[in-house]
Structure formats: structure tokens, C-alpha cells
């Protein structure tokens, strides 16, 4: 292979890296981790995620000028810490009007974001809940496993 050869493989094989549909993302810091937590609480208007055993938080905002974001977070729970969530959040069963018709959910993690900690199952327990959220997104929360698994999205523009 010749020299123009080699640099053409190359560039090929750099812009293949840049291409790739799907970004691996690295383990947060404690601190990181503690930060985003509390950004989530923020969010969500009560501290329920913040100190959490075995915590794990992704949040996606594609601009700081929007409100939208998307969020997951998974910490370790029993039935007495779902049911707390739940409280805190006001959030309702499947079939009740208080769900907002959120549930079943897809627990599908973030689309082209690989999370190697987001590993709930596919399936919508009878004890999960939801409820609308802000004035275009909604909360959805599961236990499974020893886990709790919060998705969390809205689509609001910020308020003048």
C-alpha cells in the first residue's frame, strides 16, 4: 500500500469512529454523580433521588436555552423506598387517571447513549407509576430487582 493509501485508511477509519450511532458513557465521580443527582431533584421539584444507595443518573439537555431534557436514574430500593418515591412524586398505578396515560412504559435507555448500569427489564410491573410532568413530559418509575428505575422527561420552554 502506498502513502496515499495509508492516509486514506486512516481518515476512513477516523471518520468511521465518528459515526458510530451509539456513545459508551464513562462511569461519573462520586461527585459528578452527587451533582447530577441533584440537578434530577431539581428538576423534579423534591429530593428523591439525592444520596441514594447504589445511585446511577444520566441527563440529557441538548441546549441550555431549552427546558427539554430526558433523564434516568437507578438507585438500589425496596418496596418501602418505591412507595416513598411514588409519594414524593405523586405518582399513580396503571389504569388510574393520575398516571396520565403513561404506563406501560418503554424502558428503552437513551437513544445512541450506551449506559452500561441501565439494565431494567422491558416489562411494565403492575406497581409501577407515573404522572405527567411539567407541560409536555412525564415521570415513570418501576421496582425491580432490588432497583428503582425513574425515567423523567418534559418539553417546556423556560418561562420569561
Known amino acids: ?3 496515499r493509501g495509508v492516509v486514506l485508511t486512516i481518515a476512513l477509519a477516523a471518520a468511521s469512529a465518528c459515526n458510530r450511532s451509539t456513545v459508551e458513557k464513562e462511569p461519573m465521580t462520586k461527585g459528578e454523580s452527587m451533582s447530577e443527582a441533584r440537578t434530577l431533584d431539581s428538576m423534579l421539584g423534591a429530593r428523591v433521588v439525592e444520596g441514594k444507595p447504589g445511585l446511577h443518573v444520566y441527563i440529557h439537555r ?12 437507578r ?32 424502558w428503552h435507555g437513551p437513544e445512541g447513549v450506551s449506559l452500561p448500569w441501565w439494565d431494567p427489564t422491558l416489562e411494565t410491573p403492575p406497581t409501577s407509576a407515573a404522572r405527567s410532568h411539567g407541560s409536555g413530559g412525564w415521570i415513570v418509575a418501576k421496582l425491580e430487582r432490588g432497583r428503582i428505575y425513574l425515567i423523567a422527561t418534559d418539553t417546556r420552554a423556560p418561562q420569561p
Do not use: K, V
Not at 427546558?67 to 436514574?73: E, F, G, P, Q, V
Not at 411514588?86 to 398505578?93: E, S, V
Open 1 to 3: 500500500m502506498n502513502r
Open 62 to 73: 441538548p441546549s441550555p436555552a431549552l427546558d427539554l431534557y430526558s433523564a434516568y436514574a
Open 75 to 106: 438507585f438500589d430500593g425496596d418496596e418501602q423506598a418505591f412507595q416513598a418515591l411514588a409519594a414524593a412524586l405523586t405518582l399513580a398505578g396503571p389504569r388510574t387517571p393520575g398516571a396520565g396515560g403513561h404506563l406501560p412504559a418503554s
